[in-house]
């Protein structure tokens, strides 16, 4: 007798429909069976046509296939159930049709097939019907079945091997990601050998890396953790899930005041999606995935509210996946410009635009000069002075999907912003390299001069990389360490077309600081400016608590705004430790604090002794209104840049530049150990500060950029 059996997932959509055909099957001969996945008691057969049985429920399943089951797509859900159960196994061993009712059923009715492959698999009554019309008319053709096909597929036996070989090696791994063995160094060595395999699949290692990690932290061991997600990371072919992850988790170790170590890596994980959806020509998908690298790689925690910065110490390595990254380069990508910017006229005054946004701090003694000077016409562009151009520079995210796709609604916003002065001036200067700088950048100047400033802060932002420098005729730095740095840090700044990149310092009047200075001034050292974890004002505690064991006499004055702890967890992490500090010093007299004032000129005259504690700086003004003052100049050696070729010693005397706390102070006691010292040391520095760096001295050098002549 011919045996059929149906499989179901659900309560069938049309029972009248199953009821005749199992008729008319049990009319024919044919015994049918009908296996479901819902309660077998809602299915209702024609009496004596067939038998309805409901597959083993969930809570039966071992743990293992549990878990799979939750986890499994809906239309694997039917076959973890219909394989643990012991009596569909027999009825499909003995069944000539197998019949899959409706979709969720079919990879069930496959995996059956795989295993009994004498019976017929079909989708659907009606070729369940001539299914069996056929093997009546070749009868002789159902036995070579049963002889040439007994056993089950050799596919089948190799999986069910792979299977069993995985279970067992996740077994190993679930008991290798114990403490015991990640206590141990070498064990978490061999992890991160595992974990970096060649061979191993993507889903598995994502799954063991994220396993492995977590118990790491578990263990309140974060670096470690971080190394392994890295070494995940480098591995595996991102998808959406796998970039979320690492993001989720770079972020945890932000808010838990440590900068992940694998933060490089969760970069890349974006980019490379972003990549593709550049290959696809999705360039919103392109946009948000980079976007979410501009907070990985230029996180203020690690690069402002830090001590130390990947990106400092190595910044072609630590921005190579931007760089090698096709979205990155196609950022990068130099527009140039129809003509080469035309000479300043000579038979009226140049026209001058200024471009700022908000911060007009280091550019007000330029502007005065030229607008004083007959040779110019002077005009400024500021745009918060307009709520819609202030939008417009907030929206990062407009700007990069405009600068992939070179045309966009943004980009004629941009034009009606810059149009007008664009066609006006002869040239252009814009005050710090940020967004203003590349919104400008959109828009090809024509024969007009453009001329960028770039301070610090600039650097160590997403702007540089998103600035068209083929329409910048010239960078100005204020500084040769930065002007190194940022050549590294951004390559496309020596590539072809690339603008000129002079070093001009900043503007400052330095004459109205030289002020007579009182005897006892001589034991006091100054820190002007320590709002900023890079200025380390904890350094000068260094200094101040090396120079009291010799004498008691130094002590410590701070003038500026008070430091903030709030921006994230990192920076209040290093205020708990500064606001211990200076609650000792000040509890024994050592300390004091002036805050904000607008007379510094003032304030220097009561300090003897002026510091740069910073770990990075373009120019530290001031340092140099400290000097000017009269003040011994003390300068640590910028850690951001002492590596490079040039340093602070590179702007700086080299004897006013000092390795340590020990030699700050070693410094200090030398030139101080006499009134009759100190006020020389003193006046050397102010004479060096004034013929160097005062403004009678630097406005020749901004002569020389804007002028003709020049």
């Known amino acids: 007798m011919t045996h059929v059996l149906i499989v179901s997932n659900w309560i069938p959509g049309r029972p009248s429909v199953l009821a005749d055909t199992v008729r008319q099957l049990h009319a024919d001969g044919v015994r049918v069976s009908v296996v479901c996945g819902c309660d077998p008691e809602k299915i209702t057969l024609p009496e004596g046509t067939g038998r309805v049985f409901g597959l083993v429920a969930t809570k039966q399943l071992s743990h293992g296939d549990r878990m799979d089951y939750r986890d499994a797509l809906k239309s694997r859900k039917l076959w973890l159930r219909a394989r643990a159960d012991k009596r ?57 079945r049963r002889v040439l096909r007994p056993v089950p597929s050799p596919a089948l036996a190799v999986e069910q091997v ?29 992890w991160r050998f595992l974990l970096d395999a060649p061979l191993l699949g ?24 971080g190394r392994t997600r890295a070494a995940t990371a480098r591995r595996i072919h991102h998808t959406n899930e796998t970039a979320d992850k690492l993001d989720e988790a770079a972020k945890a170790e932000f808010e838990a005041g440590r900068i992940p170590v694998f933060i490089r890596e969760a970069a890349a994980a974006h980019l490379e999606l972003a990549d593709k959806a550049l290959a696809r020509d999705d360039l919103t998908e392109a946009t948000k995935r980079f976007a979410k690298v501009i907070p990985l790689l230029f996180n203020r925690a690690v690069h402002f509210d830090s001590l130390e910065s990947p990106s400092a110490k190595d910044p072609r390595g630590f921005l190579a996946p931007l760089h090698e990254s096709a979205v990155g380069q196609a950022l990068a990508a130099p527009r140039g410009r129809r003509t080469p910017a035309a000479p300043a006229p000579a038979d009226r005054p140049q026209r001058l635009l200024f ?40 929206q990062t995210g407009r700007l990069i999907n405009h600068q992939l796709a070179r045309a966009s609604e943004y980009g004629d916003a941009l034009r009606e912003i810059f149009a007008d002065g664009v066609d006006w001036a002869d040239t252009i200067f814009v005050d710090w390299s940020l967004g203003h700088a590349a919104m400008l950048s959109t828009l090809d100047p024509g024969t007009t001069r453009v ?27 204020v500084s040769e360490p930065l002007r190194e740095f940022t050549m590294a840090a951004a ?15 900043n503007a400052v009047r330095l004459a109205r600081y030289r002020r007579p200075k009182a005897a006892e001034a001589r034991f006091t050292l100054g820190l002007v400016g320590l709002s900023a974890i890079a200025k380390d004002p904890r350094w000068a505690f260094q200094v101040l608590r090396e120079l009291r064991r010799q004498d008691e006499r130094y002590n410590l004055v701070l003038v500026g705004k008070e430091m903030d702890g709030g921006p994230n967890a990192v920076a209040a992490a290093y205020h708990r430790k500064y606001a211990a ?5 000040e509890g024994h ?78 410094r200090i006691l030398e030139h101080t150990a006499t009134e009759e010292a100190w006020r020389k040391a003193g006046e050397a520095a102010a004479e060096h500060a004034l013929i160097t760096w005062d403004w009678s001295v630097t406005q020749q050098q901004y002569d020389r950029l804007l002028l003709p002549e020049g």
């Open 88 to 144: 569909l196994r027999k009825l499909a061993s003995t069944a000539d049709v197998i019949v899959a009712l409706d979709v969720t059923a079919v990879h069930t009715v496959w995996q059956l097939a795989r295993r009994f492959r004498t019976a017929d698999a079909v989708i659907g009554l009606v070729p369940a019907v001539q299914a069996v019309k056929n093997r009546a008319t070749s009868p002789s053709r159902s036995a070579l």
């Open 162 to 190: 792979g299977e069993r070989t995985g279970r067992l090696v996740e077994k190993v791994a679930r008991r290798g990601a114990g403490r015991r063995v990640l206590r141990d160094p070498r064990g978490r060595a061999a």
């Open 202 to 225: 993507d889903a598995r290692r994502a799954r063991w890396g994220e396993r492995v990690a977590d118990k790491l932290l578990e263990m309140k061991m974060p670096d470690e953790a």
């Open 355 to 394: 471009v700022t946004h908000t911060n007009v701090y280091f550019l007000n003694d330029i502007m005065a000069r030229y607008q004083e000077d007959p040779r110019f016409e002077v005009r400024h562009l500021e745009l918060t002075s307009n709520d819609d151009w202030a939008l417009l520079s907030r």
């Open 451 to 477: 001329v960028v400033r770039l301070h610090s802060y600039e650097a160590f932002t997403v702007f540089p990389h998103l600035i068209d420098w083929s329409r910048v005729d010239d960078l100005v730095f």
């Open 491 to 505: 390559p496309r700044l020596a590539g072809p077309g690339a603008p000129r990149t002079p070093v001009i310092t």
């Open 581 to 585: 500090d200076v609650a000792d010093l």
């Open 589 to 666: 007299g050592a300390l004091r604090r002036v805050g904000q004032t607008d007379d510094v000129a003032g304030a220097l005259t009561d300090v003897g002794v002026i510091l740069s504690t910073s770990v990075r700086e373009s120019f530290h003004l001031g340092l140099i209104e400290g000097a000017a003052s009269g003040a011994l100049p003390v300068v640590r050696d910028w850690p951001f840049f002492a590596h490079q070729q040039h340093g602070a010693s590179s702007i700086f005397p080299a004897d006013w530049v000092v390795a340590s706390p020990a030699a700050a102070a070693e």
